[in-house]
């Protein structure tokens, strides 16, 4: 087995996580995948579960892209902690998805290569009692709930295969960065115009998060710009906050061609471009809101 502690160091290491992993990565496949263990969860675990779920659902009606809350209910999850088996096969009906039990973050090339051969990795744990509200790695709350309802819809689920693809390119050519950061400002964070209605999160990040759902669409501290491929290439992101931009989709047909394009000479036009402040507005930026960026002002008097 390759992985073992220096496995973890490294992931830990990689700005995802300042502390070791907690999954247990002994039992893990050279793919980096376990199995999910259903029958171990305890009652709390699964009560646990049921109280993230109805948290969040009751945020969805106002907040959520029409199309994820139609992608969770054809899961019906919301009785307790999922067994991936039986999510997989509706995936499977639905656009060829599967999910694959992981301890936790695994590196990029195994998180790519599962992407890329239409496998999304799921952490098996669940967050404890005294995380409901945040948690610094993904569990299984935020990788169930957050990011399989999409995977079952047919452009998105081809825009999440580009992605894994597009990401061992990535990593080949050392443009890792920009692919981060168009994952963290779509499949994390992202947000879609719902036509007349405003606009609506279908980003794991958010929908996972009670606090950061609401504050995504109606906070005025956040600026709101429409997806630019290369601005949000350019983009830092925050790891340890909410985010102080979010990137706006017309359609998840605009991703999935934003992807179907060389990345070759953008990459070469962005080599000598400086990384963007995440808090930043450009002149060029096609503006929904200029956040007021109250939220950061508020934390850094209150660091005073
Ligand atoms: N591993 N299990 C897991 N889940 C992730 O979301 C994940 C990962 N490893 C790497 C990674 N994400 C990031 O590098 C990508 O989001 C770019
Ligand atoms: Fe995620």
């Not at 109805?54 to 209910?73: I, V």
């Not at 790891?239 to 706006?248: A, C, G, K, L, S």
Request: proline share 5%; hydrophobic share 35%.
């Amino acid at each position: 087995m390759s992985t073992g502690d220096g496995f973890k160091e490294k992931t830990a290491n990689s700005g995802k996580t300042a502390k070791p992993l907690r999954g247990d990565y002994s039992a893990m496949r050279d793919d980096f995948t376990i199995d999910q263990g259903w029958s171990h969860y305890s009652a709390e675990e699964h009560d646990r579960w049921r109280r993230l779920y109805e948290r969040q659902s009751r945020l969805l009606p106002r907040y959520a892209a029409p199309e994820y809350m139609d992608c969770l209910s054809r899961l019906d999850a919301g009785d307790g902690i999922p067994d991936f088996e039986r999510a997989s096969a509706k995936l499977r009906q639905a656009t060829g998805w599967e999910i694959v039990a992981v301890p936790g973050l695994i590196p990029e090339d195994a998180f790519f290569g599962h992407l890329a051969s239409r496998r999304f990795p799921v952490t098996n744990w669940i967050r404890t009692e005294a995380e409901l509200d945040y948690l610094e790695e993904p569990d299984v709350f935020h990788d169930f709930f957050g990011h399989v309802p999409l995977l079952m819809h047919p452009v998105f689920a081809d825009y999440m295969e580009a992605y894994g693809k597009g990401g061992l390119r990535a990593m080949k050519l050392g443009t890792m960065d920009q692919l981060a950061r168009l994952y963290w400002y779509t499949v994390e964070f992202g947000l879609i115009r719902d036509g007349d209605n405003g606009l609506k999160v279908y980003g794991a990040g958010i929908l996972s998060s009670a606090g950061e759902t609401p504050y995504s669409i109606e906070d005025s501290s956040p600026n709101r710009v429409a997806f630019d491929l290369e601005r949000v290439m350019r983009t830092l992101y925050r790891i340890d906050d909410y985010q102080e931009t979010y990137f706006v989709i017309d359609s998840y047909d605009q991703l999935f061609t934003e992807t179907q394009q060389d990345f070759g000479p953008i990459y070469e036009r962005l080599k000598g471009q400086p990384a963007i402040a995440a808090d930043a507005v450009l002149p060029t930026d096609r503006i929904y809101t200029r956040g007021t960026g109250a939220r950061k002002l508020g934390k850094s008097q209150a660091a005073e």
